[in-house]
């Protein structure tokens, strides 16, 4: 696990290096898209990025999870949400996206037809990914398996709570239940690079770094994957013990190596 620590806009420029440089090398890879805050700044310069010339044309997208039961269009499905953060921003081709179909009236077969897209597709090349404040990684609150698979999961009060400000501010309102990758679903993507900023995260990211690996931290799975970079900046920092070491191994790698 790589962990860099640095301002939000250089993240964004490093975490977006290592997409084009996929994409430059494999044009018709498969990028693992997360939505929620984090990746913000990382889909703005890849826009910036496209507009310079990158081509998303043959690229295909899976995202990480979707909410159940919003009516189709809802602007808060993650599949509007990344519509409007990235796809219709570049020339990603019409439904070289998908999700998990949380609209569907049998959820279970649903999921496994979400497992066999992603089979088909060859896997994910590499997985952007945020947290949430509980530890969560997609939609794995904690108490997760960590060898889970796509499924409906039940969202805790707290990210609720977290997830109120998309939906008029009312917890009431975000809905109970999404499907989500599984934890080891998300382990199966071969380049996985997290982003968390802010202090809201630190404790999150102390724990996905440097904690025990543990269910009661969905995101402390993510240390028995081999190429794993975490991009933070230092409030996102702020609870890591080996800060220090991370900066000089950070400060002492050859440009060209990249994430
Ligand atoms: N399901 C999403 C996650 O994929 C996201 O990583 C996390 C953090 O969100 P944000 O980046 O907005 O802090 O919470 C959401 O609930």
Not at 22 to 44: E, F, H, I, K, Q
Request: charged letters at 20%.
């Amino acid at each position: 696990m790589e962990v860099v620590i640095d301002a939000p806009g250089r993240l964004a420029v490093l975490a977006a290096d290592a997409v084009a440089s996929l994409v430059r090398r494999r044009p018709d890879a498969v990028l693992g898209l997360a939505t929620g805050s984090s990746p913000l700044a990382l889909y703005d310069e890849l826009v910036a990025r496209h507009r310079a010339g990158l081509s998303f044309a043959q690229v295909r997208g899976f995202l990480l999870d979707e909410y159940v039961g919003l009516p189709p269009g809802h602007p808060e499905s993650y599949r509007a949400v990344i519509d409007r953060q990235l796809t219709s921003r570049v020339d990603l081709a019409p439904d070289a996206v998908q999700g998990p179909d949380g609209g569907a009236a049998d959820l279970p077969a649903a999921c496994a037809a979400y497992e066999a897209a992603l089979r088909a597709a060859g896997g994910v090349d590499l997985q952007v990914l945020g947290v949430g404040t509980d530890g969560h990684l997609a939609f794995n609150e904690p108490g997760s398996s960590l060898a889970s698979r796509t499924r409906v999961k039940t969202l805790t009060a707290q990210t609720r709570r977290d997830n109120a400000r998309f939906f008029g501010d009312d917890p009431e309102a975000v809905p109970r239940h999404v499907l989500t990758q599984g934890l080891g679903t998300i382990l199966e993507a071969r380049h996985l690079v997290l982003v968390a900023t802010g202090r809201a995260k630190a404790e999150a990211v102390h724990q996905l770094v440097e904690g025990p690996v543990s269910a009661l931290w969905p995101a402390s799975v993510l240390q028995l994957h081999p190429h794993v970079s975490v991009l933070v900046d230092e409030a996102a920092a702020s609870r890591l013990q080996l800060a220090g070491y991370y900066r000089e191994a950070w400060a002492g790698k050859p440009g060209w190596q990249g994430l």
